[in-house]
């Protein structure tokens, strides 16, 4: 008896074509297909039973995300590695979505209510914490800071539930630590309000909400309750989003005043800690300021820190006595969007400040030069 004859592949309901548009590599770059834009091209899709496949036709691990906590998605993503220039296509089709397995997780975050209310998150690389309202009044160590802590990492797992749990993570048992010291300042990457001459910070977040959260990408929201900033009243809602291999989250702060502001409207100082022996680099006109330090005293190697900001936009250096600042205008709508980035000489291929100021420059590249996504019909 013949052989029944095989079944043709599933056909694409769309087609995805990346492009590099740089003569430099992007490694684990994050493509994100909004579901709005997909149904031009695709207006039967659902995204809950949509797969990404590359070039030969193999799925490709990818995430659905609810950007506005709806809880429906919004967007599926996923990552490819692309070389100088160049171009590769995938296709989006129906297939039944699998369940990531947990190696292939690589962002997490959570509220941690049994350490005060911190929330704290991570990637393969990079972890970072930021506090919340019950350490402001815990009485062996109170503190009020807005600002991002950094955790160290020599491993790419992830780490965070295993150090809360230890309760020990200001000594690296051979996976990393929590070296990095915020106190009142912003650590790395934090805000405030810069009005005529002064700093005007917010207290602790008052409260969290985590949109998405993994494999690929995490995003999670933090409100921080109304400060003084001079006489106008400034709430802020931050949205972070860090995807995984990657050093650099993205930070979007939305702004709600009450009062009189200036003409000029808010200045917003994203800082970054003042330590014994970090030296600074600003490139006001990049609209980038970087930060090299020892951890230490040097006997944990060393730390870089950075903010980045998309090319264009206006910056100043600015300073108080707890913390570099890079100054810019908060828009007149919409969100205030920065980059926040670490690395540690430990761990990583980035040995030196130089290399750190060629990190912060390749993002700047990267963000003025962003990879092009076309969609067309199968």
């Not at 690296?172 to 002064?198: M, N, Q």
């Not at 390749?362 to 990879?371: E, K, M, Q, T, Y």
Request: proline letters at 6%.
């Amino acid at each position: 008896m013949a052989a029944a004859p095989a079944a043709p592949p599933p056909a694409n309901l769309a087609t995805v074509t990346v492009t590099n548009p740089i003569a430099v590599g992007r490694q684990g770059e994050t493509i994100a297909l909004a579901l709005d834009e997909l149904i031009k091209v695709a207006p039967t899709i659902d995204l809950t039973k949509t797969v990404v496949v590359d070039g030969a036709g193999k799925v490709v691990l990818s995430q659905l995300v609810d950007v506005n906590g709806d809880d429906k998605p919004d967007e599926i993503v996923f990552q490819t590695n692309l070389g100088p220039s160049e171009s590769k296509t995938f296709g989006v089709r129906i297939a039944e979505r699998v369940s990531a397995n947990q190696p292939d997780y690589r962002v997490y975050g959570r509220f941690v209510r049994e350490r005060h209310d911190d929330f704290a998150w991570e990637n393969d690389r990079v972890a970072h914490r930021m506090y919340g309202p019950d350490l402001e009044t815990w009485k062996k160590d109170p503190l009020t800071s807005s600002g991002v802590d950094v955790w160290v990492k020599r491993v790419p797992k992830l780490v965070v539930n295993e150090w809360y749990m230890t309760d020990n993570y200001h000594q690296d048992h051979g996976e990393g630590a929590d070296f990095y010291a915020v106190g009142k300042s912003r650590g790395c990457g934090g805000l405030g309000i810069w009005s005529g001459d002064k700093f005007h910070v917010s207290k602790n977040f008052i409260a969290s909400r985590v949109l998405a959260n993994g494999p690929i990408r995490l995003v999670f929201e933090l409100t921080y309750a109304a400060w003084d900033a001079a006489g106008t009243h400034v709430a802020e809602t931050k949205r972070v989003t860090l995807d995984a291999g990657t050093y650099f989250n993205r930070f979007e702060s939305t702004f709600a005043t009450k009062g009189k502001p200036s003409k000029a409207g808010l200045s917003v100082g994203i800082g970054i800690a003042k330590h014994p022996g970090g030296v600074v680099e600003v490139d006001a006109p990049a609209a980038w300021m970087r930060t090299w330090e020892p951890l230490n005293g040097g006997k944990s190697g060393n730390l870089g820190c950075a903010i980045v900001l998309p090319p264009g936009s206006r910056t100043e250096a600015q300073q108080t006595d707890l913390e570099f600042l890079l100054v810019t205008p908060a828009p007149k709508s919409g969100p205030l969007t920065y980059y926040v980035g670490t690395a540690w000489n430990t761990a990583t291929p980035i040995a030196d400040a130089a290399a750190w100021t060629k990190e912060a420059q390749l993002l700047s590249n990267r963000l003025a030069n962003p990879v092009r996504v076309s969609l067309a019909a199968k």
